[in-house]
């Protein structure tokens, strides 16, 4: 049975780094836009691969940018491209919720920096925000590799624990009880109410050895975040639209290497609860097709037999695939080494692709 490739509001694309990840879902979004449809591509990693296939520059993390059809046809794209920058991100919570003066923590201020720590939260807090915006008929999202994947699919569980019920009660009782006018800062007022002796004791020792502004420094970035929990809080309600396949395409990104699709299963397994048997496997770089045209001269006897075994290697890769996945993708090698021409032949080929079942 042949299954037809259809649209989502939501197209994830995962993998391992070294697999075509990132030429695949810029190909995809560039494809969806052709059909007419207004389709915004997210990066949370911004690859250098990304900037150079839309010429976009570094400086231009975090704003959502118009792209011209990158094959110069002249047509009107309604595509857009956004690199994931989590300052900008925290720009826009502090500023719908009302409390940019949580801009001024300096923890936040770090913690908000590329690869400081809040990255694949605030990326999911990025994604549902744009979702409610209803701009777009289809948001490409290109997420990070191997790992870093994992923690953005945890970063819902992460805000989850971070907002538990009991938390969110003390912050409410002591909303009512401190008085806010009070020279003294919110935040050292909560520590001087619920912080215990022993702890006290220990963030005396931290005080000695980070400087006198420690404590409070730090649970005023509690306070902080916690202002801006409702976007936060939202992104929980994203992960579930992610769990529906009515809503959403994964893509699991993998190469014709062996070791590449044991990491593409090992992945798998680790977000089964989002990645499973009826998402998509796109078995990139794939060769067969070349390889079965391919008649080598004076029908030499050693590169037949070379042509022979390539090709009974990556059968025998895709049948392994069939065991995990129902739905497998094949994408040619490309062999051009313009980045343009690289997306243009991936795009032609999401044009006419139908997951194969041999």
Request: overall charge neutral; proline content about 3%.
């Amino acid at each position: 049975m042949i299954v037809s490739l259809t649209a989502r509001k939501f197209e994830i694309f995962s993998g391992t780094g070294g697999v075509g990840k990132t030429t695949l879902a810029t190909s995809r979004a560039i494809t969806l836009a052709q059909e007419g449809q207004k389709v915004l591509l997210i990066t949370i990693d911004p690859a250098k691969r990304l900037r150079e296939l839309l010429n976009i520059k570094l400086e231009d993390a975090g704003k959502v940018l118009p792209i011209p059809d990158p094959f110069q046809k002249n047509e009107q794209l309604k595509l857009y491209v956004e690199l994931m920058d989590p300052t900008s991100t925290f720009t826009r919570v502090a500023q719908a919720n009302n409390c940019e003066d949580v801009l001024n923590n300096r923890i936040l201020n770090i913690l908000t920096r590329p690869y400081g720590g809040l990255n694949e939260i605030l990326a999911m807090v990025e994604l549902n925000m744009q979702m409610q915006s209803n701009q777009y008929d289809a948001i490409i999202l290109d997420t990070p590799p191997g790992g870093h994947f994992l923690d953005f699919l945890d970063s819902a569980n992460r805000i989850q624990i971070f907002f538990d019920q009991s938390f969110v009660e003390i912050f409410q009782y002591l909303g009512k009880k401190i008085d806010r006018s009070n020279t003294m800062s919110f935040g050292k007022r909560i520590v001087n109410k619920v912080v215990s002796s022993g702890v006290k004791t220990l963030l005396s020792y931290l005080n000695k050895v980070t400087g006198d502004k420690f404590v409070e420094d730090f649970v005023d970035t509690i306070i902080a975040i916690y202002k801006t929990k409702d976007s936060f809080l939202g992104a929980l309600n994203l992960q579930k639209e992610l769990k529906n396949h009515d809503n959403s395409n994964w893509f699991l990104v993998t190469s014709v290497d062996q070791n590449k699709l044991k990491e593409a299963l090992e992945l798998k397994k680790s977000a089964s609860e989002l990645i499973n048997e009826d998402s998509f496997i796109v078995l990139n770089k794939c060769i067969q097709d070349q390889l079965e045209s391919w008649s080598p001269q004076n029908d030499n006897h050693q590169l037949n037999q070379l042509k022979q075994s390539l090709i009974e290697r990556e059968l025998k890769l895709k049948s392994g695939l069939k065991n995990n996945f129902k739905q497998v993708l094949e994408f040619p090698e490309v062999f051009s080494l313009s980045p343009i021409e690289h997306v243009k032949e991936l795009s032609q080929t999401w044009t006419k692709i139908t997951p194969r079942e041999n």
